[in-house]
């Protein structure tokens, strides 16, 4: 998967905070499916008010969990693009126009021919999560083979049509991190969170003495 929006993103400072404000959120989604249209040449409508309630529901679901971070910083912030990427899925703001041209010098890649929308909506949240990986961390994840992969991709869509909350693992998988399929949008289930719970216990039990 090119991340075809992340050194754009990047550019924008405290990308983290920044993306959880409304007008931010939606200018960088549509400049982000501005790109994958110059770069496929494919077109597509964006519905702006799916795209703010998109917005108000992953903040909500977000703020409610926003104490995990301090546990890792890192896992919660890919942790809080699944939960993006779950919504976008969930209520669907893009659709590819019915005469969108294709470049015929673009040999699209089987993800993006086989689903666009859902391209749209992936590479997004990966490329937010890489832009802000390396403002924050200097280093950008990853991303393991199976994100260019039709069979997974095939999968994905299937199951998130039909549990949008598997989105959160398949995001995880695609960034090459263990996935949580029976409860994905549970931050305190995630491989990470609970290694961090268990460091955190183990730094209480030793600081009093």
């Not at 005469?99 to 890649?109: F, G, M, W």
Request: aromatic content about 12%.
């Amino acid at each position: 998967m090119d991340l075809i929006f992340k050194k754009e993103l990047a550019l924008v400072p405290d990308l983290g905070h920044r993306l959880r404000q409304l007008r931010w959120f939606r200018t960088t989604f549509r400049n982000s499916a501005r790109s994958v249209t110059q770069h496929y040449g494919l077109r597509f409508a964006i519905d702006e008010k799916k795209l703010t309630r998109i917005f108000l529901d992953w903040v909500e679901i977000v703020n409610a969990q926003k104490a995990y971070a301090q546990l890792d910083r890192a896992d919660f912030i890919v942790f809080s693009a699944g939960l993006a990427l779950k919504e976008l899925i969930r209520q669907a703001p893009v659709s590819l126009a019915a005469d969108s041209p294709v470049k015929p010098e673009v040999e699209l890649p089987e993800p993006v021919r086989f689903w666009p929308e859902g391209f749209v909506y992936t590479n997004y949240c990966v490329c937010a999560i890489a832009a802000v990986f390396e403002q924050e961390f200097g280093e950008t994840p990853e991303l393991d083979a199976c994100a260019d992969d039709l069979r997974t991709w095939w999968s994905y869509r299937e199951n998130t049509s039909e549990v949008p909350s598997y989105a959160v693992a398949y995001l995880d998988r695609f960034l090459g991190a263990e996935p949580n399929w029976l409860a994905p949008d549970l931050p305190a289930e995630r491989a990470a969170m609970q290694r961090a719970l268990v460091a955190a216990g183990q730094t209480r039990t030793i600081a009093p003495r």
